[in-house]
């Protein structure tokens, strides 16, 4: 099991196809609406993601989690779900020039993807280990019909993780 150990250790190269866009819509439009938001103090690594920075918070890092709404369209699929991000000025939007790489907040973790086409209906999803992210985003683009853009969310909890277009 060695080399399977290694190939998830790997870093995974974000393809200059697909266009990573951490936090699609405006957050401070999210903070500002009456949705209910708490503070959390990080007590375990590894269990509060930031979705600006894409970093998991650290130990005694403060962390707001708040109900966020990614989408850029009307659509029957739109809802609303939690995240977490680092209460400023702590960190800053995570960018992703041309061979970045897969964040391991989303590597690591479980993921449920969902494609949507132009008019913000859904055509693929899927739920998938965190480092086939890249390979599986880029098979849905070949393959379904007028995929535009993915949303990915942590498969258990059901948190926002990222939205990807194609470039
Ligand atoms: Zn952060």
Redesign the pocket.
Known sequence: MSSTQHETRASITIPSTLHYRPLPAPLAQAIKHDAPSVIRIVDTPGSYP?R??L?DGQVGDRMRLLSYDPWLGASPYRQPGPIF??EEP??RKAEFPVHSTLPEQQRKRELSIRAFDREHMMVAFDTIQGEKLVSRVEEIFEQAGGAEYVHVHYAGPGCFAVRIDRA
């Open positions: 930031c600006r920075c970093q991000v680092h702590i960190c």
